[in-house]
């Protein structure tokens, strides 16, 4: 369902991605984890079409449909969703109305709002934030399950979590991540989770666990390299691989 060949994607002159071949079909959770740098990120904007990121060589296939060339709007047309690291603020926008325009389509505005009432309360988000513009003046966690609410609402084939749980306490990671998880009872949909913390796969078992270093997925495995890499750390997992990270490149994040 998506089909990745030989992704080479280079910002501002400089090559991050260097050939990154990945697939994954519907019902499956993959994760991707990494170092600091690695091109995790750069990996989840790439496939959202961020004019940013250039392609020069490889292409992206999705629902058997080459999209390498597409632009985000279409992309996201199309079944595909980012959940952004740092969200934005959007001045002037209330979340309610957003949503609405987003997601209402041809559907009846009360079952609309009794389904956006019910996601809320699933992600423990109080009414009034409906009102409220979107992210302004919100907190970390705040935002991150806008984000959530965004993708229960929208209903995306291919969802894109780029570091969903960075920011949120014990408490809020139980309940995005209960969200996520009812969102896959759809077994129509795929989700890529970006992460450097295996503490959120606790909660969201993936299929499949891969690593990114240096531009390239170096490591493939199912859930239990998630546990290897919270055990070891990055650093001695990729040296036992044939690869060495510098020392001054390593933060606590990476050495878990």
Known sequence: MLKIENLEVSVDGKKILKGINFSARRGEIHAIMGPN??????????????????????????????????????????????????PHEIPGVPLGKFLWTIAGGGRNF???????????????????????????????GEKKRTEILQMLMLKPTLAILDEIDSGLDVDSLKIVSQAVLEFTQSKDK??????????ILNYIKPDRVHVIFDGKIVLSGDYSLATEIEEKGY???????????QKKDITAKDVL
């Not at 650093?235 to 990270?245: Q, R, S, T």
């Open 37 to 86: 740098g690695s091109g995790k990120s750069s990996l989840a904007f790439t496939i959202m079409g961020n004019p940013k990121y250039k392609i020069e060589n490889g292409s992206i296939l999705f629902d058997g449909k080459d999209i390498t060339h597409l632009k985000p709007d279409e992309r996201a047309k199309a079944g595909i969703f980012l959940a952004f690291q740092y």
């Open 110 to 140: 009360a079952d609309f709002s009794k389904e956006f009432k019910e996601k809320m309360s699933l992600l423990k988000i109080p009414d009034e934030f409906s009102k409220r513009e979107i992210n302004k003046g919100f907190s970390g």
């Open 190 to 199: 795929i989700v890529l989770i970006i992460t450097h913390y295996p503490r």
């Open 235 to 245: 650093e001695k997992i990729l040296k036992e691989i044939g690869f060495h990270i």
